[in-house]
């Protein structure tokens, strides 16, 4: 059974980076179909996509963070990890990473999937 841990800070001021690694034990990042996402969740919204990193390293973004967002991977550590940039009040959410098999969830439903617990982030000054 896989699992995941999100871990980074919770608080992050306005125009700096924010910067999260999801820790992953009980399956490698490099298993065959495997996407590992980060998906947020603004307070009182819906869930949302941020991007992918795919098995062999390849990374997809939503089109709308795409000019902010990084995804990379330590194969070494088993672990990925998301850097935002210039964060605004928007940005506060809570931040979930994810494991799929065969698709990238550009509609997230937690009922599909594992995912970690998430971790919530605030950008305030």
């Known amino acids: 059974q896989v699992q995941l841990q999100e871990s980074g800070p919770g608080l992050v001021k306005p125009s700096q980076t924010l910067s999260l690694t999801c820790t992953i034990s009980?399956?490698?990042?490099?298993?065959?179909?495997?996407?590992w996402s980060w998906i947020r969740q603004p307070p009182g919204k819906g869930l949302e996509w941020i991007g992918s990193?795919?098995?062999?390293?390849?990374?997809y973004y939503s089109p709308s963070l795409k000019s902010r967002t990084s995804i990379s991977r330590d194969t070494s550590k088993n672990q990925f990890t998301l850097q935002l940039t210039s964060v605004a009040p928007e940005d506060t959410a809570v931040y979930y990473c994810a494991r799929h098999r065969g698709v990238i969830p550009s509609l997230p439903d937690k009922t599909l999937g594992d995912w970690g617990q998430g971790t919530q982030v605030t950008v305030s000054s």
């Open positions: 009980g399956g490698a990042i490099t298993t065959t179909s495997t996407y």
């Open positions: 990193i795919t098995y062999f390293g390849s990374t």
